[in-house]
Antibody, heavy 123, light 106 residues
């Protein structure tokens, strides 16, 4: 069974940093592109970032480019999101997600999601 | 920049009835369109991708159709567990979700 478990969220002041982690199990992590998707309270989901299977290629939404860094450790089956210069508008539940089984490996469509972790940016 | 719209915003349906949800893209997304279901406190659940392919484990009462700019999600006979929020999402360009349609009990 595929499991994705996020950790590292919490309350942080504007301008500070936070690192999210996602522990993956139940599949060959190193074979899959991985993503972060966030959802602000009462709003729809928004894609944040993606990383290819070996970590050599990354992409970001305009709203986080230059502030957030996605990375992975395939030896530990871990996905990370380093979030710097946090703003109030970054407040959201953050999900790690895997491309859907059956979809093309590079497609931005997600069949497996973690339970999500809340990040609150407030003074 | 692509804009996604969904209609109606809220759909009131009786159990056992058919529900038809619409999604429109401001420019063609080919068939790179997915549908998700979300319940309070839960992550989105993928129902349909590539406009009409059911995801693993999704019941046959869920079906998707369309291409280009107009898409439809049909739930043939609503079950109690289907009352939820539904989002469409295009992935022809950088991924973008629509605003959602809430399906509630009539």
């Amino acid at each position: 069974e595929v499991q994705l478990v996020e950790s590292g969220g919490g309350l942080v002041q504007p301008g500070r940093s936070l690192r999210l982690s996602c522990a993956a199990s139940g599949f060959t992590f190193s074979d899959h592109w991985m993503h972060w998707v966030r959802q602000a309270p009462g709003k729809g989901p928004v894609w944040v970032s993606r990383i290819n299977s070996d970590g050599s290629s990354t992409s970001y939404a305009d709203s986080v480019r230059g502030r957030f860094t996605i990375s992975r450790d395939n030896a530990k089956n871990m996905l990370y999101l380093q979030m710097n210069s946090l703003r109030a508008e970054d407040t959201a539940v953050y999900y790690c997600a895997r491309v859907a089984a059956g979809a093309k490996y590079y497609d931005n469509v997600w069949g497996d999601w973690g339970q999500g972790i809340l990040v609150t940016v407030s003074s | 920049e692509i804009v996604m719209t969904q209609s109606p915003a809220t759909l009131s349906v009786s159990p056992g009835e058919r529900a038809t949800l619409s999604c429109r893209a401001s420019q063609s997304v080919s068939t790179n369109l997915a549908w998700y279901q979300q319940k309070p406190g839960q992550a989105p659940r993928l129902l349909i991708y590539d406009a009409s392919t059911r995801a693993t484990g999704i019941p046959a009462r869920f079906s998707g159709s369309g291409s280009g700019t107009e898409f439809t999600l049909t739930i043939s006979s609503l079950q109690s567990e289907d009352f939820a929020l539904y989002y469409c999402q295009q992935y022809n360009n950088w991924p973008l979700f629509g605003p959602g349609t809430r399906v509630d009990i009539k």
